[in-house]
């Protein structure tokens, strides 16, 4: 079955610092996604994205927070200035449509250390 | 708003014994639900789907049936093995909306 990749595995910055998370989605897939858990909490939505632009973002998505699709393959996700809350696993997944019963795939994650 | 409550893990179990993950939801509307689940080092793969109510979703010998009534969708195995061992994810998605909104996920630990 096809997959999405996220590199890296594991991220570790200091407080303010910006970082990058990158995904490469399955490539006939139109819609992106970035989704995060912190510790012992829900999988929270961030953010969905098509045809080059944000189609939906969550409260948690604020300036802080932007992404793209530089190159037709890669999606990104960066943090401008790392918080210690934002220590969490970042999952990125995509699908072929936006429907209600669409299946996601998720790639395994990144796990990002906040210090 | 929308929302979704899964049982606390871990869940410890012995092969071959009855597996049930109780996972509640809240919406507006008529949700579609889900369960995904995650192996340990992989992305969160979809399990199965209901899409109405008393619609029932099943694979690999889960399944699990939406209860408008109760608005619950549990999951449900007659015989776990040791390669079931992973993270279960309830999930739902509503109309006009893309998003997922997920639970906090159940870690079931199956020994032989």
């Known amino acids: 079955e096809p997959e999405v990749t996220q590199t890296p595995s594991h991220q570790v910055t200091q407080m303010g610092q910006e970082v990058i998370l990158r995904c490469v989605p399955i490539s006939n897939h139109l819609y992106f996604y970035w989704y995060r858990q912190i510790l012992g909490q829900k999988v929270e939505f961030l953010v969905s994205f098509y045809n080059n632009e944000i189609s939906e973002k969550s409260e948690i998505f604020d300036d802080q927070f932007s992404v793209e699709r530089p190159d037709g393959s890669n999606f990104t996700l960066k943090i401008r200035s790392t918080k210690l809350e934002d220590s969490a696993m970042y999952f990125c997944?995509?699908?072929?449509?936006?429907?209600?019963?669409?299946?996601?795939?998720f790639g395994s994650g990144t796990q990002l250390s906040v210090l | 708003g929308n929302s979704v409550t899964q049982m606390e893990g871990p869940v410890t179990l012995s092969e071959e014994a009855f597996l049930t993950i109780n996972c509640t939801y809240t919406?507006?509307?008529?949700?579609?639900l889900f369960w995904y689940v995650q192996y340990p080092g992989e992305g969160l793969q979809l399990l199965l789907k209901a899409t109405k109510a008393d619609d029932k979703g099943s694979n690999k010998g889960f399944e699990a049936t939406y209860r408008k009534e109760t608005t619950s969708f549990h999951l449900e195995k007659g015989s776990v093995q040791v390669s079931d061992s992973a993270v279960y994810f309830c999930a739902l998605r509503t109309t006009g909306f893309q998003k997922l909104v997920f639970g906090t996920g159940t870690r079931l630990l199956v020994s032989p």
């Open positions: 919406a507006t509307g008529y949700p579609s």
């Open positions: 997944a995509s699908s072929e449509t936006d429907g209600r019963n669409e299946k996601l795939f």
